[in-house]
């Protein structure tokens, strides 16, 4: 079945640390998406990519880096100068352009990080 | 820029009973609308959409009418079940080249036998 599988779906980190969170869609999606989900805040949007080779900066893009070198994949690592990262990251991904279905995310299961 | 607002939660409701979860919106030209669920533990899932005005998207019993007078998109169901316990998230994408898509905060939905 086609989907995102995001790894791993819990993390824990010291601080100080950089950690890289996996995202890797098999839907054939030219765009792709990592939020930062935290109670009573909705979704807010770190970065995304259009397509390969390309990102753009999200609301809340300090202290993350993400790189898209393959359609499938898009990385993220959340560095030492994310000053909170404790929390929930989600990974979606849609069809680009203005076909139908271009407005629809899908999501990944997310990842749990939590800084100790 | 682009906002939603929903109604705070959380919302406790009996079995059966009827639900209301309010959301309107702030967004220039035509937006598209939708209404996304998060079960505990798990990622977002589309619940319904709707593209233009007047349209009225609708899944598993629930509905949502796009209402561009009122910048409204309530979601509704006549009888809820205990399984439709989750977080609810009206959104918006807005029209024209590449248009993110804004969030509510989320409504918790709690229904109880």
């Known amino acids: 079945d086609g989907g995102i599988t995001q790894s791993p779906k819990y993390l824990f980190r010291k601080e100080g640390q950089n950690v890289t969170l996996s995202c890797e869609q098999n839907l054939n999606h030219d765009a792709m998406y990592w939020y930062r989900q935290d109670p009573g805040q909705g979704l807010r949007l770190i970065y995304y990519?259009?397509?390969?080779?390309?990102?753009q900066k999200g609301d809340i893009a300090e202290g993350y880096s993400v790189s898209r070198e393959k359609k499938e994949s898009f990385p993220l690592t959340v560095t030492s100068a994310q000053k909170n990262p404790t929390a929930f990251y989600l990974c979606?991904?849609?069809?680009?352009?203005?076909?139908?279905?271009?407005?629809?995310?899908?999501f990944g299961a997310g990842s749990r990080l939590t800084v100790l | 820029g682009d906002s939603v607002t929903q109604m705070e939660g959380p919302v406790t409701l009996s079995e059966e009973a009827f639900l209301t979860i309010n959301c309107t919106y702030t967004a220039t030209g035509y937006p598209s609308l939708f209404w996304y669920v998060q079960y505990p533990g798990e990622g977002l899932q589309l619940l319904l959409k709707a593209t233009k005005a007047d349209d009225k998207g609708s899944n598993k019993g629930f509905e949502a009418t796009y209402r561009k007078e009122t910048t409204s998109f309530h979601l509704e169901k006549g009888s809820v079940q205990v399984s439709d316990s989750a977080v609810y998230f009206c959104?918006?994408?807005?029209?024209?080249?590449?248009?993110?898509?804004?969030f509510g905060t989320g409504t918790k939905l709690q229904v109880i036998p």
């Open positions: 959104a918006l994408k807005g029209s024209g080249g590449y248009q993110k898509v804004t």
């Open positions: 979606a991904s849609s069809i680009s352009g203005t076909a139908a279905g271009a407005n629809v995310l899908t």
């Open positions: 990519s259009q397509i390969v080779n390309d990102f």
